[in-house]
């Protein structure tokens, strides 16, 4: 049987052949939309011999946890206003999906170990194009981590090598214009990228006063234990199932106080 060390392992060895990839798609209404309709843009890695737009020059993860590219990707904040905004019913499944250039080949495939999250902060004042994400006040809507597997295989990262990543949007999620901001990371690798979505819906979620929202960049540290695993710990049988991502908890929507909004 294959142990968590030994796939961990593997997924190292093969990181420089596969690693790399970028959430570069919104999926809605079970659609894979356009590459960067969406989603925000980024650059290239500085440093590496791409070409601008040259989409494996962008799928360079960000290491650097005090970077604004933490938001929402380097230099994200450039595309804000070439971003189009995806109207989105509250209650649907969306999604992101890795560059489809790269479709066939072992770089459309989540070749990582490590869990996938989605947040949402809301625009100030409805304005998507001035807004960075850096200053927003982020809620997690999902937490995509680990799973039980029968055979053959012991438990398992849900996203592992596959290209897209599902999840609902919160139906009490208040209407209104906010960034969706996708992250996986192995540690320390993240590979983040936001949408812009207009949220249509009844609305009435409440956020509680005290929910401690996160900051990108910020809220990261490296020595985080759910970023930087211990694999003494998590490589023990069944260790993997109880491991719970970084940052706040999941905001389902569920707890709400019905007609009180919060303000984002
Ligand atoms: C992002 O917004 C913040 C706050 O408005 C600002 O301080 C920062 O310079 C902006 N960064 C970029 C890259 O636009």
New binding site residues.
Partial sequence: MKTFASLSLFSLIASEAHAHYIFSHLILNGEVTPEFKYVRDVVVEPGFNYAENDIKGKFRPNENFDS?AMACGR?A??FAATTQTADVIAGQEIGFRLSKQMEGTTFDQIFHDGPAQAYLARAPNEDLVHF?G??GKWFKIASITTAHDTTPNPDFWITYRKNTVNFIIPKATPPGKYLLRIEHFMDPQFYVSCAHVNIIGEGGGHIPADYPYATFPGTYKYDDPAIHLDWSIWNKPGALLKYVGPGPAVWTGETVKRGVEFKA
């Fill in positions: 604004e230099e904040a450039r960075n850096t200053d």
